[in-house]
Every structure is written in structure tokens, then in C-alpha cells.
């Protein structure tokens, strides 16, 4: 069976450029890199991004903007923690601390990624949610390849081969 438009367990490589609408700043692009591969419908994508491809076809280029509930989500205030700043102790020997700093924390549940939003003599306030979230994001899409996703990458619920990794 070949589908020549993106659908469900297909294999898409994009080109891609994501803007911010309201500076129409570059948050992430794949332009002089490999294509992003993704195995559609296996929630590799942001919600939105997803739906909005549906049924492009090779060669086709489409823009569209996602309010932050398709994205990244909403800001959630409890997603920002006070941490003790003796914690940072071994951190801070080799760099110092400083607000806007991306850090990653060992969490129960595995890294979890945060910035530094504030910084007292006690405290680092770490901010647990996606930089992006919160923001609506325009993203312009080129379709560059589409292939049905073989079995194994079914089973595995992601696309193999090159660029099948996922940012």
C-alpha cells in the first residue's frame, strides 16, 4: 500500500522553521540539518503540529499556528520549584549559577530539564516548564519524503533510520 499524503503510521520527514508570531523569533529550525523523521500518530510530535500535516503531500509546504494548548502546553505555576542552593554546590565549583541558565535535575521519573529563573543566597527557583510553553508557535513545513512505516517501527512506536531520532 502506498500513501502518498501524511496519515496515520506514516514515516514523514519535514523541513521546518518554528517562529514565535509575536517577534517572529527562530526557536527552532531544521534548516542545514538532516529533515526531522517522524513516525505519525505516535505522540512524537506536539499534539498540533501533527494534526496540521495531515493529508500534506511530498513537496508540499504548509504554515499554521498553534495556540500553546496544541504546543507546549499552558504554564503551570506548580511546575516551578524552589530548591535548596546547597544542592548546586558541586554544580557551582565548576560554573557559576545564573538566571536563564538551562540546567537539567535528576528527578524520580528521570532528567528533567529547567532554567534558573531567580537566584537568593538559599534558593535557585527552577523552572520546570517547556520553554515554549505558554506560547502560541508558527511553524512553516516542507514535506520532503513519505514512506509507510515498516513493522518493526510499528512496534517500536518510532521511526528508524537516518535522522530517526527525535530533538
Do not use: C, W
Amino acid at each position: 500500500m502506498t500513501d502518498n499524503t501524511i496519515s496515520e503510521n506514516s514515516v514523514a520527514s519535514v523541513h521546518y522553521t518554528g517562529t514565535l508570531p509575536d517577534s517572529g523569533e527562530v526557536f527552532d529550525s531544521s534548516e542545514g540539518r538532516d529533515p526531522l523523521t517522524f513516525l505519525v500518530g505516535h505522540k512524537q510530535m506536539i499534539p498540533g503540529f501533527e494534526e496540521e500535516m495531515m493529508g500534506a503531500k511530498v513537496g508540499e509546504r504548509r504554515e499554521f499556528t498553534l495556540t500553546a494548548e496544541r504546543a507546549y502546553g499552558e504554564r503551570d505555576d506548580e511546575a516551578v520549584l524552589q530548591i535548596p542552593r546547597d544542592n548546586f554546590a558541586q554544580l557551582e565549583e565548576q560554573s557559576p549559577l545564573e538566571v536563564g541558565m538551562q540546567l537539567v535535575a535528576q528527578m524520580p521519573h528521570g532528567p528533567s530539564p529547567f532554567t534558573v529563573t531567580e537566584l537568593t543566597d538559599e534558593t535557585v527557583t527552577a523552572d520546570f516548564n517547556h520553554a515554549l510553553s505558554g506560547k502560541s508557535l508558527t511553524f512553516s513545513v516542507e514535506v520532503v519524503e513519505l514512506r509507510a512505516a515498516s513493522e518493526e517501527e510499528l512496534s517500536h512506536g518510532h521511526a528508524h533510520g537516518p535522522g530517526g531520532h527525535h530533538h
